[in-house]
């Protein structure tokens, strides 16, 4: 498999996780958003993801873009360890909080929409997560155990974490959200969580590297 990646890339880190959890191992491609313009709008890039965004996964002979499609096809093909619960309820639950955050959440936030946003990308990037993420904190209270539903990680977990850090990055107070905070923490514990953070990453420039 040949991953194209950003470090800093919500979307990639939630793929890295769930490779690194099924104990994939695979080829990465950087894909850099800010140099030359944004290499991800290259002719060849392009050809590759119409939508001009990472990740991109070449694998079994097919090419998805698509950070849950990917992980859904992950699932699908190499289910161990599960990352979707058996029992529909749970598995309703892991979609419902994955799509908060990858639908209602990261896109608002995200550096498409920022470079629009001016002076005020800051303020604007710290309301979306924030609206978000009062949200995704009731909703925990009903679904958590030690992850984000129940105790055994999920494709909840994946999304969640990534975007915990670029609350962090945006400087966003995380005093509110203890529950979220609590399980980020101990996700950051686990190995596949810890190989697959930004810090660590092929393209991770030096002074940002763990």
């Given amino acids: 498999p040949i991953l194209?990646?950003?470090?800093?890339?919500?979307?990639?880190w939630r793929v890295r996780i769930a490779l690194a959890l099924k104990g994939i191992s695979y080829d990465v491609v950087p894909v850099n958003l800010l140099k030359d313009g944004g290499q991800q709008?290259?002719?060849?890039f392009k050809a590759m993801n119409p939508m001009q965004q990472v990740p991109a996964l070449k694998i079994d002979g097919i090419t998805l873009s698509q950070s849950l499609a990917i992980i859904h096809y992950l699932?699908?093909?190499?289910?161990?360890?599960?990352?979707?619960p058996q029992d529909p309820k749970k598995r309703a639950q892991v979609r419902m909080i994955a799509d908060h955050i990858v639908s209602g959440i990261q896109p608002l936030q995200n550096l498409s929409v920022l470079k629009q946003m001016g002076e005020k990308k800051m303020e604007w990037a710290q309301n979306c997560i924030v609206s978000g993420f009062q949200a995704l904190e009731q909703i925990l209270q009903h679904t958590a155990g030690q992850y984000c539903v129940g105790d055994e990680v999920s494709m909840a977990d994946l999304c969640l974490v990534p975007q915990v850090f670029n609350a962090e990055r945006f400087k966003v107070d995380m005093g509110p959200y203890p529950i979220i905070t609590r399980i980020n923490k101990a996700l950051l514990e686990l190995e596949a969580f810890k190989v697959s953070h930004p810090s660590r990453q092929p393209d991770t420039p030096a002074e940002l590297r763990a």
Wanted: glycine share 0%; with cysteine.
């Fill in 41 to 44: 709008f290259s002719s060849e």
């Fill in 4 to 12: 194209y990646s950003y470090f800093r890339s919500s979307c990639s």
């Fill in 75 to 84: 699932e699908d093909t190499r289910p161990n360890p599960r990352i979707l």
